[in-house]
C-alpha cells in the first residue's frame, strides 16, 4: 500500500512538474509574440515620455517574457541615458515628458539622470516634469528641478524635510539571547557589525556617516538653487522650517511652476514649439523608444572598435554563485564571472577599451583580490576605466584600484578600505543549546561558536586580518600612485562619498558612465565619440536561469541514483562548504550595510 502510495506522489510531482514546463513555454511563446512588433514608429512631432517610478536598475535582460507580464523595471539606466542621446539628435522628437510617480533610486543614479536631462536641454530639447497626484519628494525632486518645468496635481503634497540615515543596533536583543559577536577589524572607522555590538552609534562612524549626509545635502541644494533661481540658505531654512508644503506653498516658494492635471499639463507640452498644438498630443515611451536604432535618429558613432562596459554588481563572493529564476534583481557578484568578463575584453581584438561599472559594497577578500589582478593585467593591455554608481566600497573599492582611472559620481559611497572578522559566541545561549566537540589541534575549532576567542585566537585573526589590510594598501597605492602610508591615512575603514574622495586622492574625478566611456574612448584613440559599447556579461534572461536551475535539480536527481550512499553523503558536505565558502568567507572586505539616505 505505501508503495501504491508513493508511485502516485512521484507520478502526480511529475505531471505538475510537466504543467508547469508546458505553462511557462506557453506564455514564453506568447511574450514573444507580443513583443516580435516591428521597430516603433516615431511620428514627427513626437514626446518622449519618461516614467520615473520605483528603482532604476543598472541594467536588465531584454527579456520579452518580464516585459510582457509587468516583472521588474522597463528599461535600465544605460536605456535611459541612451534614449535622451538619441532623443537630442531626433528631430522627430521635440520635447521630453517626465512623469514622477515616486521613485527609490540611489543617489547616484539620480545624478546620472539629471545630467542626462542637461544634455538634451543643451542640445535644445525642452523637457517637462509632472509629478500629478503623488507630489514629490526629495529624491524625485531632484531629478525633477533640472526640468524646463516642474507641475503637480493640485492635492498633492510637497516634501523637502532634509536627509537621514537610520541605522538598527541588536546588542540588546543578543545580549538577552544569550549570544556575543565578536568582532576583530583594521580601522578605527570600519564600522561593519557594529549594530551586533553596539546600541549606537560610534564617534568615528558618526564622523563618516555625516559627512556623506553633508555630500548629498550640498548636491540637492546647490543643484536645485542653480535651476530653480533660488539661494542656498532659503532652501537650507525651508528644510527646518516647511519640511511638508502644499502644491500652492510649492507654487509661491518658488520650487515648481503650476499645479495641474494631467490633461492640463498635456496642453502645456502642445504649447511648446514644435509640437502639434491640435489634437492628441504624439507620445512615444521610452520602453519603446529603447528599441528605435540610434542611426535612425541621428546619432553616428565613431568608426572601429568598441568600448566593453564590464558591470560588476553585488556582494563579492568567490567563484560563481547559483542565480535564483524568481530573483532576478538579487546582486551576488562572483569572481569568477567578472573575471571571465573582464578576460573576453582583454583578449577580443575589435575591443578597444573597458570601461568597469562597479555597484558593490564588498564581501570576501580573497575574491576581491582576484579581480583586482584580472582588472590590473588587463590595464597594461588597454585602457581601463572605473565607473562607480551608487556604492563602490570596500571589496568593490579594492577591485577599481587596478584601473587606470577612478571616476565616481558626486553622491557616491566609496573608501571604506578596511577589513574585518567576525564570530559568534553562543556559549551561553537562551535557547537550551549546548556544545562539545573534540580536535586535534587547538585553532582546528576556530570562529566555531562553541565557546569565546581566546587570546590566541584573536592573535592569529589579527595577524591575518592585518596581512590582508597590508595588501589592500599596497593594491591601492600602486594603482593610485600613493605611499602607503598617505593611504593608510585616508584608508581605516572610513566610508568617503566621491566628492570627498577625490579631494583625498581615491577618485580621479566626478563625472557619469557616459563621462567614463568617453574617457575611455579618447585614451584608446578611438576619435572623438559617442562609441560602439558591448555590455559584459549579458544579463540572463528568466527562461535562462530556469534553465540553469532545471540542470541544477538534473545534477542531484542523477546524483541521488548513480551514486553511493557515502558519495551522497560527501557531495552534500561539499554543497554546504561551497555555499559557506562562497558567500560567509572568514576575511571580509564589505560594507556593513548600503546606507540608504531618504
Not at 503634497?157 to 536583543?173: D, H, K, M, P, R
Request: charged share 20%; net charge negative.
Amino acid at each position: 500500500m505505501r508503495f501504491l502510495s508513493t508511485l502516485a506522489a512521484s507520478v502526480i510531482g511529475t505531471l505538475v512538474a510537466l504543467g508547469l514546463v508546458v505553462f511557462f513555454f506557453v506564455f514564453f511563446f506568447f511574450a514573444l509574440s507580443l513583443s516580435g512588433d516591428q521597430t516603433p514608429t516615431v511620428q514627427s512631432g513626437s514626446v518622449l515620455t519618461v516614467p520615473l517610478e520605483g528603482s532604476i536598475p543598472e541594467r536588465k535582460a531584454d527579456d520579452p517574457f518580464q516585459e510582457a507580464f509587468g516583472g521588474g523595471a522597463s528599461y535600465d539606466l544605460r536605456d535611459l541615458q541612451t534614449a535622451f542621446r538619441k532623443a537630442a539628435q531626433d528631430d522627430r522628437i521635440e520635447a521630453v515628458w517626465l512623469r514622477l510617480k515616486g521613485t527609490t533610486a540611489g543617489w547616484g543614479t539620480l545624478d546620472e539622470v539629471r545630467q542626462a536631462i542637461e544634455q538634451a536641454q543643451a542640445e535644445g530639447v525642452p523637457v517637462v516634469a509632472s509629478g500629478g497626484a503623488f507630489g514629490m519628494a526629495e529624491k524625485g525632486y531632484f531629478v525633477a528641478s533640472a526640468a524646463d518645468s516642474v507641475f503637480v496635481g493640485p492635492q498633492s503634497t510637497f516634501e523637502y524635510n532634509g536627509f537621514a540615515l537610520v541605522q538598527s543596533f541588536f546588542q540588546g536583543s543578543f545580549d538577552k539571547l544569550g549570544l556575543e559577536p565578536e568582532v576583530i577589524r583594521v580601522g578605527k572607522y570600519k564600522s561593519a557589525a557594529e549594530n551586533f555590538v553596539r546600541s549606537d552609534l560610534s564617534a568615528p562612524n558618526r564622523e563618516q556617516l555625516g559627512a556623506l549626509l553633508s555630500t548629498i545635502n550640498d548636491r540637492f541644494v546647490d543643484q536645485v538653487a542653480a535651476d530653480r533661481n533660488l539661494t542656498a540658505s532659503a532652501l537650507r531654512t525651508m528644510a527646518s522650517e516647511q519640511p511638508l508644503l502644499a502644491a500652492s506653498a510649492a507654487v509661491e516658494a518658488g520650487l515648481i511652476d503650476g499645479i495641474r492635471h494631467e490633461e492640463e499639463v498635456r496642453a502645456s507640452i502642445r504649447a511648446l514649439d514644435g509640437v502639434p498644438d491640435t489634437g492628441d498630443l504624439s507620445t512615444i515611451s521610452l520602453s519603446e523608444y529603447k528599441r528605435v536604432p540610434a542611426t535612425s535618429a541621428g546619432v553616428s558613432y565613431a568608426e572601429g572598435g568598441t568600448v566593453d562596459i564590464v558591470y560588476a554588481e553585488g556582494q563579492i563572493v568567490p567563484g560563481k554563485p547559483d542565480e535564483n529564476p524568481f530573483a532576478p534583481n538579487q546582486q551576488v557578484l562572483g569572481s569568477a564571472g567578472l573575471v571571465e568578463s573582464i578576460e573576453e575584453a582583454r583578449t577580443n581584438p575589435s575591443t578597444e577599451a573597458v570601461v568597469v561599472r562597479v555597484n558593490s559594497p564588498g564581501g570576501s577578500a580573497s575574491a576581491s583580490e582576484e579581480m583586482w589582478k584580472a582588472i590590473e593585467q588587463t590595464a597594461t593591455e588597454k585602457p581601463v576605466i572605473v565607473s562607480m554608481g551608487d556604492v563602490a566600497a570596500s571589496g568593490g573599492y579594492y577591485l577599481a584600484a587596478g584601473a587606470d582611472s577612478i571616476v565616481a559620481n558626486p553622491t557616491t559611497i566609496t573608501g571604506s578600505i578596511g577589513v574585518i572578522a567576525l564570530a559568534l559566541n553562543a556559549q551561553d545561549n537562551e535557547f537550551g543549546v549546548t556544545f562539545d566537540a573534540v580536535r586535534t589541534s587547538p585553532y582546528a575549532d576556530l570562529l566555531a561558536p562553541n565557546e569565546p576567542l581566546s587570546d590566541g585566537d584573536r592573535r592569529l585573526l589579527g595577524s591575518y586580518i592585518n596581512q590582508a589590510y597590508d595588501t589592500f594598501l599596497q593594491r591601492v597605492a600602486t594603482g593610485r600612485a600613493m605611499d602607503t602610508s598617505a593611504v593608510h591615512d585616508v584608508a581605516q575603514g572610513r566610508v568617503w562619498s566621491g566628492r570627498d574622495a577625490q579631494a583625498v586622492g581615491l577618485v580621479d574625478s566626478v563625472g557619469t558612465l557616459r563621462d567614463a566611456i568617453a574617457m575611455a574612448g579618447e585614451a584608446a584613440g578611438m576619435g572623438e565619440g559617442p562609441y560602439q559599447t558591448r555590455v559584459l556579461p549579458r544579463p540572463k534572461t528568466f527562461f535562462e536561469r530556469l534553465n540553469q536551475q532545471f540542470a541544477t535539480q538534473a545534477t542531484q536527481l542523477w546524483m541521488s541514483v548513480a551514486s553511493t550512499p557515502l558519495e551522497r553523503k560527501m557531495w552534500r558536505h561539499k554543497r554546504v562548504l561551497d555555499r559557506v565558502i562562497g558567500q560567509d568567507s572568514k576575511i571580509q572586505t564589505r560594507l556593513p550595510f548600503i546606507p540608504k539616505v531618504e
